[in-house]
């Protein structure tokens, strides 16, 4: 995984392994004597000049837990992340850490060897602990994990609604009722228990996007929904925003719009709602743009950009014609994403095991996801 800008000789750079087996999370104990002393880590250690991420990833999990990764389980990378502490006093440059975060999922065999340890190789404490206690603060982490996790948060596997249209030059008329009745029984029948669902409507007026995402909402109260980011603002503005919204969306267009911004100096134009940024990409240009994006965001403690779409990934139902990226150039582009990339296009919850040999991270659908047979994963 390389950096954003060459701008890596500033930093120094850490392998991070987020190790799990399932919902179950492996977590290490810093000694009081190191650097962020006294708290819970993901294992990972300083990268050598002479090495790559992933090698300095696989090396410091052998060291620390006797654990060789590259045997069995799958390694993919999550993101990175720039991070400067300010609990150092000299001025020296150690300070500033750059996070090389991998996801490594261990193996049925891995783990039953592994459960029961409560050391490491260097003596330090290992604990096992579970998704719900991690991502609920219960161990206190080094600051700059405060992004993994939020990272980890968003589900493996979204749905994507279809597409509502609407009559904007006559509001919602008897024809546009129908189908809004007919759009929400569909959702309502066919979404699974519980699943993370991004709700892409066509583009109309706030209110009456804002009208079915409600509507949506109080009939499904198990979902974790994703909204455009104008409408997210609209919604708060008026204070009407459903709990279940857990993350802003932005389109390539408003991605693009924000780096434009960037690159002009000023600000985004992103609220300052602290809910946490998805945004779809298609080209290396736009990666890019996600990188730079999430990197001001850390800068400036707003809202973290927590999930990239990458599409499409392989041809589709409705747009077979459509050049796709296939799964050779999918795995280059996710390799150079600083933000957990969620494959879409063409694929099926099924498919999660081969986006992240791939470099991806999450999955996301429409057709084979909106089903009620589908089981999380
Ligand atoms: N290992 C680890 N380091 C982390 C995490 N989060 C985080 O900010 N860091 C920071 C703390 C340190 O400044 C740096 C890692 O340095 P380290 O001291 O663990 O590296 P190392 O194992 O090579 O140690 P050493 O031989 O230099 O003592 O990265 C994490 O989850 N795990």
């Known amino acids: 995984m390389s950096t954003a800008s060459g701008e890596r000789m500033k930093y120094i750079d850490v392998a991070v392994a987020v190790i799990h087996y399932q919902e179950k999370y492996l977590l290490g104990y810093r ?27 696989i090396r ?7 654990l060789d990764i590259t045997s069995d389980g799958c390694i993919n990378p999550l993101g990175v992340l720039r991070h400067e502490y300010l609990d150092i006093s000299d001025t020296d440059r150690s300070k500033t850490v750059c996070l090389h975060v991998f996801r490594v999922q261990l193996s049925p065999d891995q783990f039953a060897v592994f459960r029961d340890k409560t050391q490491g190789c260097e003596g330090q404490r290992l604990h096992w602990v579970s998704k719900q206690r991690l991502l609920d603060n219960q161990y206190v982490l080094p600051e700059a994990n405060q992004s993994i996790l939020q990272w980890l948060r968003l589900d493996d596997v979204i749905c994507i609604t279809n597409q509502l249209s609407f009559n904007d030059t006559q509001g919602l008329d008897a024809v546009t009722e129908q189908s809004l009745v007919q759009w929400l029984e569909y959702h309502h029948q066919s979404l699974p ?3 993370t669902v991004y709700v892409r409507l066509a583009s109309s007026s706030l209110k009456q996007q804002g009208r ?19 409408l997210a603002d609209y919604l708060s503005q008026t ?9 802003q969306h932005l389109t390539q ?9 960037l690159q002009h100096g000023k600000n985004t134009s992103i609220s300052q709602l602290s809910l946490p940024i998805t945004v779809s990409c298609h080209s290396q240009y736009q990666i890019q743009a996600v990188n730079i994006l999430a990197q001001y965001q850390l800068n400036h403690k707003l809202a973290p950009v927590i999930g990239a779409y990458l599409s499409p990934v392989q ?28 494959a879409l296009g063409g694929l099926a919850p099924q498919d999660l095991a081969t986006v992240r040999r791939n470099n991806g991270d999450k999955v996301a659908g429409i057709r084979q996801f909106l089903t009620q047979e589908h089981q999380k994963i």
Request: include cysteine.
């Open 239 to 247: 204070n009407k925003l459903p709990v279940q919204v857990i993350a």
């Open 212 to 230: 079915v995402v409600l509507k949506l909402c109080a009939r499904r109260t198990d979902l974790n929904v994703i909204i455009q980011q104008p």
């Open 315 to 342: 041809p589709t139902q409705t747009h077979p014609e459509q050049p796709c990226l296939g799964w050779e150039q999918f795995a280059i582009l996710a390799e150079h994403c600083e933000v957990p990339v969620i």
């Open 253 to 261: 267009a408003m991605l693009e719009h924000q780096l434009q911004q």
């Open 193 to 195: 228990q519980s699943a």
């Open 31 to 57: 000694g009081s004597h190191q650097h962020q002393g006294d708290r819970y880590e993901f294992v990972g250690g300083k990268i050598e000049a002479s090495e790559q991420p992933k090698q300095a990833l």
């Open 60 to 66: 410091e999990v052998y060291e620390e837990i006797g």
